[in-house]
């Protein structure tokens, strides 16, 4: 596909806040495809994690799953409040988009087709890691943090934090670390030709997701947000990708 990159194809989620005593559980298989190859050891950031910054326990998967097993159970789930106690509110979850291909989109003009990050029965999962998860409550994941994970600066996403969020005089690029007590940051993609099942193609979207808990005032130490932000990659156009901070515009343009 060589549709061109617009505006519009850039989606700010905004702030989801996950109260997880307003949930109720979700009784699946947070198992993935089957077939998939395990991921290969890395030093400091991992595919599979957890927040655990404030009352709520919350495990990740970089393939864009949320609040599910951080060891990759497909019985065992992944969100609790308090935690620490066997209240689990959420077994699963994660995200799921869809979209239309436009009329410049070649043979697949005019096709909807979606992306399963995460699927509930474990037979059409599309989501893959780009970027493992890093979590700045562990000392080498903050130290060994990449720029394209430091909180926005430069770009549209910039615009969702307060600029004393985003700047730290003490750090040599004068970029902060972490907007909250405990962010945690990764990338996924739907790209992967072999994890295809159930659709034709690929709808072409990365998603960059950093996750905030706080720990103050009353009250936040319940809540933890997330922060989506989806990128078009289906053009190989460098030019496309200008109105974004530099250190992602290289990955988007990899992966397109």
């Keep these: 596909m060589h549709s061109p990159f617009r505006k519009r194809g850039l989606i700010l989620a905004g702030l989801l806040a996950l109260a997880l005593a307003a949930v109720t559980p979700i009784v699946a298989s947070a198992s993935p495809e089957p077939g998939v190859k395990p991921r290969g050891f890395r030093l400091f950031a991992r595919s599979l994690g957890a927040m655990t910054i404030n009352r709520i ?6 393939d864009g799953q949320v609040c599910v097993d951080s060891t990759n159970s497909s019985t065992i789930g992944g969100g609790f409040w308090p935690k620490g106690t066997a209240d689990q509110y959420i077994f699963n979850s994660g ?3 869809a979209g239309i291909i436009g009329p410049d989109g070649g043979p697949w003009a005019g096709d909807t087709t979606g992306a399963f990050f995460f699927d509930p029965k474990g037979t059409t999962q599309h ?10 409550t562990d000392p080498d994941d903050l130290a060994n943090l990449p720029d394209a994970a430091k909180v926005p ?5 910039a615009d969702i934090f307060h600029p004393l969020l985003q700047t730290d005089a003490s750090e040599l690029d004068g970029r902060r670390r972490q907007a ?39 009250g936040n130490d319940d809540i933890i ?15 496309d990708y200008a109105a974004i901070r530099p250190e992602t515009q290289a990955i988007l343009l990899e992966k397109a």
Aim: glycine letters at 12%; charged letters at 10%; aromatic letters at 16%.
């Design 180 to 218: 909250s007590q405990g962010d945690v940051w990764w990338m996924s993609w739907d790209g992967n030709p072999t994890l295809n099942a159930g659709r034709s193609h690929p709808l072409g979207v990365l998603v960059e997701q950093r996750g905030m808990g706080w720990n103050f005032p009353a």
């Design 57 to 62: 326990y919350c495990g990740l998967a970089s």
């Design 127 to 136: 989501g893959e890691e780009v970027e493992p998860i890093y979590n700045t």
């Design 153 to 157: 600066l430069g770009d549209v996403n």
């Design 225 to 239: 947000y997330f922060i989506y932000t989806f990128y078009n990659i289906t053009s190989t156009n460098a030019a």
């Design 95 to 97: 995200l799921q988009i």
